[in-house]
């Protein structure tokens, strides 16, 4: 390997590379075809560097999915000073950027690879939670939602994702038709059920 392949860079950066290769392994092949030795190559460090950070392969997959996760939360954050309808529509705009700007962090997260692992997928679901509970604390200003909007809301969350993995494999629509599809189905459930929430 080139001396390239070797440069030095302190933990937080080489943690940091080798989340990226193996976001891109992960995104793209199954959980079983994904080798270590291949992701030590990519990366060009040793395989037993790649063990002192993560310590398995297994716990390789879960750090990806976290930082995943993480960076995807943060997306999304919404910005309190802004009134509901447009925290909405900013938390739409930043969660579309990351998928179209982080293609294989967002397939790591949802495909089906990451399913395997019940720990993996109390991080994925934690995450759905919480965009789920940013959503229902901006329609109801803050107070407790009733059952059947937190269900409506839950499904328009699957819808959203379905729709991004659709479109990272299928990208026939550019970002703006795919925020206005998204925004009208929520829009769509709002409008034709103002009985699932209180009206202000």
Known sequence: MSNKAF????????????????????????????????????????RGLLYHYFGSKRDFLRAIVEHEAAALLAATEPDPDLPPPEQLRAALDGYLDYVANHPHGYRAIYRGTASTDAQVR??????????????????????????????AIHGWIAFVVATCLDWLDNPTLDATAIRDLCADALTGILTTGNHLFRAR
């Open 7 to 46: 440069r030095r860079m302190d933990v937080s950066a080489r943690r940091h590379q080798l989340l990226e290769v193996g976001c891109e392994l992960f995104a793209s092949q199954p959980y079983d075809e994904v080798w270590i030795d291949h992701v030590a190559a990519r990366a060009g460090v040793s």
């Open 122 to 151: 109390t991080i994925i679901d934690n995450n759905l939670r919480q965009q789920e509970q940013r959503l229902l604390t901006a329609l109801t200003y803050g107070e407790s939602p009733s059952e059947r909007l937190r269900l």
